[in-house]
C-alpha cells in the first residue's frame, strides 16, 4: 500500500485566489446591504415591523455574513499555505536528483 500523497498546487492557489475573491466580493455586498439598510431605516419606515427588521439585520444577517466573509478568508489563506508547502517539497525532492 502506497502512502504518496499527489497534490496540483497550481489548482490549489486557483481555488485559493477564488475564494479571495469570493470573500471580497461578500465584504463589498455587505457593506452595500448594510448602507441600503441604514438609508431604509432612517428614512420613513417606523413601528415594529422597522424593528424587527432592524434587529434581524443586525442579530442575524450582518454577523452571518461576516463570519461567512471571514470563513472564505481563512480557506483562502489555508490552501495558499499548503499549495505553498506542496510546491516547495516538489522543489526540494526535485532538487535531490539535480547534480
Known amino acids: 500500500m502506497s ?3 499527489e497534490a496540483d498546487y497550481q489548482e490549489l ?3 485559493s485566489n477564488m475564494m479571495n475573491q469570493r470573500a471580497d466580493t461578500i465584504q463589498n455586498q455587505y ?3 448594510k448602507a441600503k439598510v441604514g438609508e431604509l431605516l ?3 419606515w417606523e413601528g415594529r415591523g422597522a424593528d424587527k427588521f432592524q434587529a434581524e439585520m443586525e442579530g442575524e ?3 452571518a455574513l461576516m463570519k461567512l466573509q471571514r ?3 481563512a480557506c483562502s ?3 495558499g499555505q499548503v499549495a505553498n508547502t ?3 517539497s516538489e522543489e526540494q525532492a526535485s532538487n535531490l536528483f539535480k547534480g
Open 3 to 5: 502512502d504518496r500523497i
Open 86 to 88: 506542496f510546491r516547495q
Open 71 to 73: 470563513a472564505l478568508e
Open 61 to 63: 444577517v450582518f454577523p
Open 77 to 79: 489563506n489555508s490552501l
Open 31 to 33: 457593506q452595500l446591504l
Open 13 to 15: 492557489q486557483k481555488i
Open 42 to 44: 432612517n428614512g420613513n
